[in-house]
């Protein structure tokens, strides 16, 4: 173990890559983000990535699940390590006012045009990768193993992860020991790395509710069954989930985001329509969520008066996200190489959040892989001193403000992350 150690620290000291490497990534993460594309229709920068990969030296495998991209690299006995990048915008229109920034307007699923951004910072993420892809072949005589790199479509929508399972990711490759990813933290300086074992990640689920009533006259309330009152009474009770029915220790979240009924001040109409975010860490607790939903909507219906074939239609919807579990010992062990690259004061211990991964998928399929998402620093500097002085909020992951620092971001991500993939590579845990 100590031998393995002082091997892995000398490597580690002597990770610097050339100028051209990075001004390589820099060039290669302002396309990517000037070019975003939505979910589902990654084709541009799946194929564009593809052939990177393949030109390094990649064994490549194309349109796993859609359009994700597996690209292998055999390298002799070890462990196989897998790193994953997503590769999706947001329907969002960038205001960042950056050289670089998006101007990209497309045909969303439905048909209507939108403009694009990358503004979760998947641009990032696809650069690092494509980062450590780079140094670790070039580097291939100081390691032995299986990288497994991928790139994740559709993961804004939840549906990367699982396509890629379903079309074969863990049986027609070589299985990883371990599973990474990095995600860019909006609250984190560039240069510094975000670390969490246990939870850290919220599973996601997303919900309908169709208040049916019996619409009429805006005057004669007693001849109809308001649904925008049954509305407004099933949204109250709905904030005594988590403050009444859950744990107080157990973290959770209901929250409505869209009320929609009605066309005119006296008309009461015949339907109110909600949507709901759901946000829990366990099953157990998910579960719990979603049955007291189901017991306030239809005991709102009864008390409204209403019968069975009038009760409220929910439907839970299938892009449903699963938490994000940080295997303990795996972040252990690439907390402490990341220190030996980075230094003790740029490895951070960080909370855990109730956004949304579609990377906790991996970590759920049996026999379970461990598995740990880190959080990649991308503020500037200057930009996270002055908002701590001046008390300003920093503009969150999906902002159309969000810019990351990319230059020191990623060569602290690929340094750091090509570093712990190497130390995995020979590790027992
Ligand atoms: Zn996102
Ligand atoms: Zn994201």
């Given at each position: 173990m100590k031998k393995i150690f002082i091997l892995i620290f000398t490597f580690s000291i002597n990770l610097s890559y050339s100028k051209e490497i990075q001004v390589n990534l820099l060039e290669l993460y302002k396309e990517l983000h000037a070019n975003p594309e939505l979910s589902y229709q990654e084709y541009e920068t799946s194929k564009k990535l593809a052939s990177l990969l393949e030109s390094i030296g990649y064994q490549v495998t194309r349109n796993v699940g859609g359009n994700g991209v597996v690209a292998l690299l055999e390298n002799g006995d070890g462990n196989t390590v897998m790193f994953r990048a997503d590769m999706d915008g947001l329907p969002v229109e960038e205001k960042?006012?950056?050289?670089?920034?998006s101007k990209n307007r497309v045909k969303n699923l439905e048909g209507e045009e939108v403009f694009t951004m990358h503004a979760c910072g998947h641009d990032v993420h696809m650069t690092v990768l494509i980062g450590v892809a780079e140094y670790l072949y070039k580097n291939k005589d100081t390691w032995q193993g299986k990288l497994l790199l991928v790139l994740e479509p559709a993961e804004e929508v939840s549906g990367g992860a699982r396509n890629m399972i379903k079309d074969?990711?863990?049986?027609?490759?070589?299985?990883?020991?371990f599973n990474l990813a990095f995600h860019v933290s909006a609250s984190l300086q560039a240069g510094k790395v975000g670390y969490l074992p246990g939870w850290a990640m919220a599973n996601v689920d997303s919900v309908d509710i169709t208040v049916k009533g019996l619409g009429g006259h805006g005057a004669y309330p007693h001849t109809t069954k308001d649904p925008i009152v049954i509305a407004a009474n099933i949204v109250t009770q709905l904030q005594t989930i988590v403050s009444r029915q859950i744990a107080p220790t157990d973290p959770a979240v209901v929250t409505v985001g869209s009320i929609h009924g009605g066309t005119k001040h006296n008309v009461i109409p015949n339907e109110v329509k909600l949507q709901l975010t759901l946000r829990s860490y366990t099953d157990e607790v998910r579960n719990q969520t979603l049955s007291s939903i189901e017991r306030i909507v239809r005991g709102s219906a009864i008390s409204a008066g209403l019968t069975e074939e009038y009760f409220p239609v929910i439907e839970i919807k299938d892009e449903y996200t699963p938490a994000v579990f940080n295997n303990p010992s795996l972040v252990e062990e690439v907390q402490r190489s990341f220190v030996n690259t980075l230094g003790d004061d740029k490895v951070i211990q960080v909370s855990p959040v109730m956004g949304g991964e579609d990377f906790g998928m991996f970590g759920r399929v049996e026999p379970i892989i461990p598995t740990a998402l880190f959080w990649l620093g991308a503020v500037n500097n200057e930009v996270y001193e002055k908002a701590k002085r001046d008390d300003l909020t920093l503009p969150s992951l999906h902002s159309d403000l969000f810019l990351p620092d990319a230059d020191p971001a990623i060569n602290t991500g690929v340094e750091a992350m090509s570093n712990a993939i190497v130390d995995l590579f020979a590790n027992k845990i």
């Open positions: 960042t006012g950056a050289s670089y920034a074969g990711l863990f049986t027609k490759f070589p299985r990883p020991d």
